[in-house]
């Protein structure tokens, strides 16, 4: 583990000075280190695989800004690309051409979509797309999935109610309960649950709203006969089948997990998708999309109003497309996934060699792994992993220089820049880790 000598402060006194003038100390929960204790690291820079904190500890980064980093930190082509874009102009509240030229490029790998609206977060994206299910279905209820993850719009602040397909109730406070009441959570991978809802309420249904693979509960993915069921019952009932693929899109693979999915199921496309993190590079930029009858329902075409000031600005708009392009390239899934399953099926070997109860999974450069010794099927059964067991080897990794996701419900991301020396040094730190 390199250490520079740059460091005027500690991550403890980043951390103090933080919290005096930012709730937690965090912009976003998450990097609070909640779930596992101890001192968030406060990142000065990033290059390729790796992160500096302010006390000049380098970190192998598996978390690539949960997800948009997929060619690693400080891409030549990408920051060239930002560079003259930020020279032209910051932004203008104005239509541009790269808008269009991006547009294209997500569509040109996601044959479902026709036509995309581009926001500035995942949140905004997802929020987007249900209103607009609404506003071309006429319907108010929707289903989502316990341990999904679609953003903190309000609608969507919602965990299992007791009981089959239960309206939820809020997870946040400041959510009105009757701002949920048109929300049902199910378990995600539950067959019956999803027949009884649709056989008793499926001509109220605007949508299902799920994560294919779900990297909010970790690695889960939807198995088949559960997809191929939600599509038929969806088309049957005239309810539009909505793929949050904000995480999964172009990072497990360049059409996305709903190519996956296309693979095993002849004919499968969903009919609308979430986009975000990778196509904007590590800059804010989302988008959704779908078919041109259900996008023409959206403002200035038709009644669903949407909007956004920094919406496909010209500078997060030229970072997706310069990462478009590079993992576009022949092989670089092939290369990204093969390096992936590496780091995976090299823990679940140091994890047997320590006896320790281990599953995990992969998909291109998206990854998950549970202390549990079997891979779980829904949000339930993740919440019965050991939690302590991944607290103690998330610290013991931390402080062997390996930076996972501080959480057991995340998903780790790989990228193009991690070599196999980092893959062998993350599971040397891994044979120590697994025995604490
Ligand atoms: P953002 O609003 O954070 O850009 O996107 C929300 C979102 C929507 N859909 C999916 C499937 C997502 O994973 C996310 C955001 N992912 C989290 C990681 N679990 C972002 C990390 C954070 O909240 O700080």
Redesign the pocket.
Known sequence: MSTEVRSETSNAAAFARAQAVIPGGVN????AFRAVGGTPRFIRRAQGAYLWDVEGQRYIDYIGS?GPMILGHGHPAVLEAVTKAAMDGLSFGAPTEAEAELAEAIIAQVPGVEQVRLVS????A?MSALRLARGATGRHKFIKFEG?????ADALLVKAGSGLATFGFPTSAGVPEDVVKHTLVLEYNNLAQIEETFATQGHEIACVML?PIA??MNFVRASVPFMTRLRELCTQHGALLVF?E??SGFRVALGSAQSVYARLIPGFRPDMS?F??VIGGGMPL?AFGGSKDVMAHLAPLGPVYQAGTLSGNPVATACGLATLKEISKPGFFEALSARTRSLVDGLAGVAAEAGVPFSRDSEGGMFGFFFFDQLPQNYATVMTTDKERFNRFFHGMLDRGVYLAPALY?AGFVSAAHTPADIDTTLQAAREAFRL
């Open positions: 976003s929960p998450v990097r949960w977060s995942g949140t905004e997802g999904c993850y679609h953003g903190h994560e990297g909010n949050d904000v995480m979430v975000g993190k989302a995340e």
